[in-house]
């Protein structure tokens, strides 16, 4: 028998939070409760004037394996999700090749299970990811994929995408898009604007984003399909969506946490760490979604993580790919864009409830090989939890980060907020910040 007794910490529940003990045996909660008589042997964790709550879920996680494992593989980055306190990370297809088939879903799931963390896949919504011909999604839904994306490039074809909503509905899975409609988009590096035309570089209109926001909502509204839109990062995006999500449509949306922490004038210096597609935008719309993160509207924090070898971010900015780490800071940053008073609820249900729900990450499905997340921190549950420090201190060094790679935005950064210790799957695979 192996056990773990969580002590004197805030327990977040799904609607309330108490302090208590949390008994974890044989990777299953049996206990909550105050002044628990744990087992002798029991591995204690000191939860004083911290947040316990179901373990982080990272929707949209860069792995890069098969192809780039120079920049990162699924074993270096499940250890850069555990340290941010993931317990389960989804990753995106656009791997080489594509993660469109069930043969490189299936490997993927094989990697995935010599990690701690639980390992989910989203699968390539068309072959590739061309935007041309649909890929074999019922084959992959059957080894239990439940996300499809071309993320990295939104479908461009409005007939493809209809047609793909259409033959996921039956499937019970949920398609997410990229939304930037290329045609506006080609070309540009960072937020068109003002900005850019002093800079000399070459934009990407907010517009590229809200129309294909607005294509496939109505999309959505003609096929009854759920869809789920990635890192959003401009106000008419998140207010169309919103706007939708009230209506009774089949939508949800995340936001990346560098799109609520920085703006477009990070990209003045030219360095390509803050190339990113969407790009950084206005301090308006940053201001927008930090607003909507502390109303408690946002379906889920994104990390999109999308490590990059070394000597490709040190390419020009106009040449240098887009993206930049997150895993292991975006809980902090999180903590903090929700302001002096952060609500744990808040915080857990955007960090762990609310991706699990849109990922299906639930044990029920016997054809997916992961355990339940999201939970309720009740009694019978799994044990994927994260021990939280709302007012711990720390810097980025990333030097010192486990990815493979150290293209962070936020290196030398002092951040508000820490993991404390991250169970995944009834293992402490992380205690004080590092890893066991």
Known sequence: MSAIIIRQGLVVGAHASSVADVLIVDGTIVEVGTDIDAPNDAHEVDARDCWVGPGFVDLHAHLREPGREAAETIESGARAGALGGYCALVAMPNTEPALDSVALVAYVLERGLRTPLDIAVA????????????????????????LFTDDGVGVQDPSVMRR?????????????????????????????????????????????????????????????????FLHLSTSRSLEMVVRARDEGLPVSFEVAPHHFTLDESAC??????????????????????????RRGVVDAVATDHAPHAPELKDLAFDEAPAGMLGLEHAASLTVEALGPSPDPQTFYQMLSRGPARIAQLRREDDRVRHSAHGGAMVVGEDANVTVFDPAGLWSVDRHALASRSMNTPYDGRALVGRVRATIAKGRLVVEEGRLT
Do not use: W
Request: glycine share 10%; with cysteine; net charge negative.
């Open 123 to 146: 699968g390539a919504i068309t072959k590739d990811r061309r935007g041309e011909s649909l890929a074999p999604m019922a084959e992959m839904a059957a080894l239990g994929v439940r």
């Open 164 to 228: 793909a909503l259409t033959y996921a509905k039956p499937l019970g899975v949920r398609l997410a898009q990229h939304c930037e409609d290329e045609q506006l988009a080609a070309g540009g590096t960072m937020n068109e604007g003002a900005l850019s035309g002093r800079l000399g570089l070459v934009g990407r209109p907010a517009l590229a984003e809200e129309l294909m926001v607005l294509r496939d909502i109505e999309l959505v509204r003609l096929t009854g399909s759920p869809l789920h």
């Open 268 to 293: 003045a210096t030219y360095d390509p760490v803050f190339k990113v597609h969407p790009p950084l935008r206005s301090r308006g719309d940053v201001e927008a979604l930090v607003e909507a993160l």
